[in-house]
């Protein structure tokens, strides 16, 4: 019996890999990782599966001619196995149609996602760089997990370091604060994961050791989970979405009481007369004091105010999670967090100030490496459209209708082909009953995919690929000092091949193969990139083997030239020499820039703004329960979802909702019970889990389900398996940010009544033969 062991990385973590003749038999936690996370063993079982998408597969009506894809085919339709050298030659003839007949802003190609850890073989990347050699594709920006810090902090802080990276490192935190307050929370869920592949898990021994030292860490948010593992915490509890006017309050007792840090802000900041005059009502009437924010947050105006004095008496660290961000107005926690620290004064020292993200992954908090790892790259977009990311749906409806966009007016384009790779919109987009309708629209839809996950499903064309598990890669894992030599554990299931030798087919079809890859296969890649890193790393100091020896042995851990940070401790120490890239050098508490833009919705500093949905809106007498969708604790996002991991999370086979029993009593629900959750938009069920850890009004329901609506391809439908973005609304935090809205949904949650649909989305859709297919037989 053959039997091997490697190493490999993903999203997740780093993990020993077990094969005997060619099966994955076993997956053990690398050594080095102290808090492990467990999602590694849904590997096993599912990566060579019933759910594999085992050769290229063509939705039938599309193979047969509908090129209009009549609204309720697509999704709903069997697909038709064809051989791959015909299934290549299909997507470059239709490719080179689309951009001869259209131009190639008619090629969209979104494909947000997390396809592989591995630097080479990362499937965004890959299409990029393939799209870019044929003359270019209408492209996104931004990222549907933080879209609103990415528009808001540059024009505040002059960039985004604190939101995806540079942020104070855990030692200072551990060895300097006294109050940690965690708008938002601090969740172990989130903290398994980081872009790039995670290695050590650190977070929790990094609160721990604060709180240890004698700070005081505080939990403010609707959910007791949202607070680390093993870590003591306090709770505060208010109502989704009024984190904003409860920073504001905190604001208007530092000013009200003289405890603000005038000279820091006459310093270091700009606009702080503007803001004072709006927080104590001076501007626009009412003052936004405790008693203010009590009404609308739910916590007691005497919490507010002991809370804001003991801000102004400790070295404080305002953390903010991410998903604060994805709420109507998303800008404005962000910028009133800013603010308050501003106020505080401790901006740019150990263990003080704020910081955006910390637990949203693993790698807030991490020292950074120095130098930068290397990723391929993907050339020139010939092709200036673009749209933020999570208005996917709005071009496709609306082709031709402006927007704006962060000071500008903007346009969708036509777009008549969809090429997705790495990625699935039908788990992160909003509204999926909007986005069946839109998903109609595109003449052809073209995925990769391993699995038979929704977005294959919706898909014309389907081509399988490799997991990372079945080619070699690298892994440079993001702010860690461990190189990974992801080598080949199993052979590629079925019929699977690598995104970069489809590209290469399909750019040898279309006359671009030298440009695409340079005269490199996989392997002389992987080579050069290792070879890009160990230069980068030469030049900061930092010395990496011979590749061959790196391959040998697996991996590498670096030695660390960069151990600890404060963010923005150098501009601290000399704002005239590292001024910020603001229009003023500082901390813009106004923002000029923002101000002409004219915005409603996002004016020129931090403001309180009703959210169109939350439970101080009339739509809470029809829709009751405000609807939080985390990122689940049992997977990233939806990989995986058919894994053992997941579904061992599942109640009655649906994804988990939690709800208060005081909530649950009034509809006469108990623990375990299917449950219909629903509202204007859309329909799912759930299986309900009765905790006091949610606040009584709220309701939480992760992320991550299959889509699994009862009439594939009809909207709306009924959806079985428990996602939740059949629920949430597919509309911008503001014309600033355009960026998604998920956690401002309301619902109503009832006992479900009848025959319980079973689930279904980890069978694979109905396979047809091209002989069973009269009339394209010829393809074989």
């Known amino acids: 019996m053959e039997s091997r062991t490697l190493l490999t990385t993903m999203h997740w973590g780093t993990y020993e890999v077990r094969t005997e003749n060619g099966r994955l038999v076993g997956v053990e936690p690398w050594s080095g990782d102290r808090d492990p996370s467990p999602i590694g063993q849904s590997l096993l079982g599912a990566a060579q599966g019933n759910m594999r998408v085992a050769r290229p597969a063509i939705r039938r009506g599309w193979l047969e001619g509908d090129r209009s894809a009549v609204r309720g085919r697509r999704g709903g339709e069997a697909f038709v196995e064809v051989p791959w050298e015909k299934a290549l030659d299909i997507v470059a003839a239709e490719l080179d149609r689309v951009r001869t007949a259209h131009g190639n802003a008619a090629i969209y190609a979104g494909s947000y996602g997390w396809a592989s850890a591995g630097r080479f073989h990362h499937a965004q990347s890959q299409v990029h760089r393939f799209l870019n050699t044929i003359g270019g594709y209408t492209s996104s920006v931004l990222s549907y997990s933080y879209g609103a810090g990415e528009i808001i902090l540059p024009h505040v802080l002059g960039g985004t370091d604190g939101l995806t990276g540079n942020h104070s490192t855990w030692d200072g935190i551990e060895q300097h604060s006294q109050l940690i307050v965690a708008f938002g929370g601090l969740p172990w869920r989130n903290a398994q994961i980081q872009g790039g592949g995670a290695a050590r898990h650190e977070a929790s021994a990094a609160l721990q050791k604060a709180v240890a030292n004698g700070a005081r860490l505080i939990n403010v948010s609707p959910v007791r989970d949202d607070a680390p593992r093993g870590v003591e915490t306090e709770w505060l509890q208010l109502r989704p979405n009024s984190d904003t006017a409860v920073m504001l309050a905190l604001c208007h007792v530092l000013i009200s009481e003289g405890r603000h840090d005038e000279a820091f802000l006459a310093r270091y900041c700009t606009g702080f007369e503007v803001v004072r005059a709006y927080v104590m009502g001076e501007s626009d009437g009412p003052p936004k004091d405790s008693a203010w924010a009590a009404a609308l947050s739910g916590m007691t105006a005497g919490k507010i105010i002991a809370l804001a004095r003991e801000m102004a008496t400790k070295r404080t ?42 637990s949203s992954t693993n790698g807030a908090g991490r020292p950074e490496l120095g130098f930068r790892w290397p990723s391929v790259p993907q050339g020139r977009n010939g092709v200036p459209d673009f749209i933020p990311v999570a208005r996917v749906a709005d071009m496709l409806l609306d082709p031709g209708g402006s927007f704006e966009f962060n000071g500008a007016e903007l346009s969708y384009p036509d777009v008549r082909l969809v090429y997705w790779a790495g990625g699935n919109p039908f788990h992160h987009h909003q509204d999926l009953n909007r986005l069946v309708e839109a998903w109609q629209r595109p003449e052809t839809i073209i995925v990769h995919e391993p699995f038979w ?62 440009a695409f890859t340079e005269g490199r296969d996989a392997e002389q890649w992987i080579h050069l990139l290792y070879g890009q890193a160990r230069d980068n790393a030469a ?94 604790a049992d997977k990233l996002h939806s990989q995986y979802d058919h894994g053992s991991v997941s579904r ?17 009593a009034a509809r006469g629900i108990l623990g375990g019970m299917v449950v219909l959750v629903f509202n204007d938009r859309g329909s799912c069920l759930a299986g309900a889990i009765l905790t006091d850890g949610v606040i009584p009004g709220v309701v939480q329901l992760p992320t991550g389900a299959w889509f699994d609506p009862v009439e594939p391809g009809q909207s709306p439908s009924l959806e079985k398996h428990g996602n939740p973005n059949v629920l949430t609304a597919d509309r911008g935090t503001s014309r600033l940010a355009q960026s998604p809205t998920c956690n401002s949904t309301l619902v109503q949650v009832s006992r479900f009544a009848g025959a319980v649909p079973p689930v279904t989305a980890f069978e694979p859709p109905v396979i047809l033969n091209l002989s069973d297919v009269p009339g394209v037989a010829g393809l074989s």
């Not at 690929?465 to 030599?485: I, K």
């Not at 109640?651 to 649950?664: E, I, K, T, Y």
């Open 648 to 664: 061992a999370g599942k109640v009655s086979g649906r994804a988990p909702l939690q709800m208060n029993p005081a909530d649950a």
């Open 453 to 514: 996950t929704a977005t294959a499903r919706y898909a014309d064309i389907v081509l399988p690929v490799t997991t990372p598990l079945e080619r070699n890669d690298l892994a440079f894992s993001n702010r860690e000092n461990l190189m990974v030599a992801m080598k080949q554990a199993i052979d590629p299931v079925e019929e699977a091949c690598d995104d970069y030798r489809i590209f290469a087919e399909l750019a040898t079809r279309l006359g671009v193969r030298d």
């Open 539 to 632: 030049a900061a100091g930092v010395e990496m083997p011979p590749f061959d020896r790196f391959w040998h042995d697996g991996h590498a851990e670096l030695a660390r030239k960069v151990t600890s940070q404060t963010f923005l401790g150098s501009f601290r120490a000399d704002p005239q020499q590292h001024r910020l890239a603001t229009p003023s050098g500082r901390i813009e508490l106004f923002s000029a820039t923002i101000d002409s833009f004219g915005y409603d919705d996002c004016p020129g500093h931090a403001v309180w703004r009703e959210p169109r949905e939350w439970l101080g809106s009339g739509l809470a007498e029809r829709f009751p329960l405000h609807l939080l969708s985390p990122q689940p």
């Open 317 to 358: 660290m305002l953390m903010v999670s991410w998903s604060l961000q994805r709420a109507d107005h998303g800008e404005q926690p962000y910028w009133a967090a800013i603010t308050l620290a501003a106020l505080l004064g401790q901006i740019g020292l150990p263990g003080g100030g704020f910081g955006f993200g910390y």
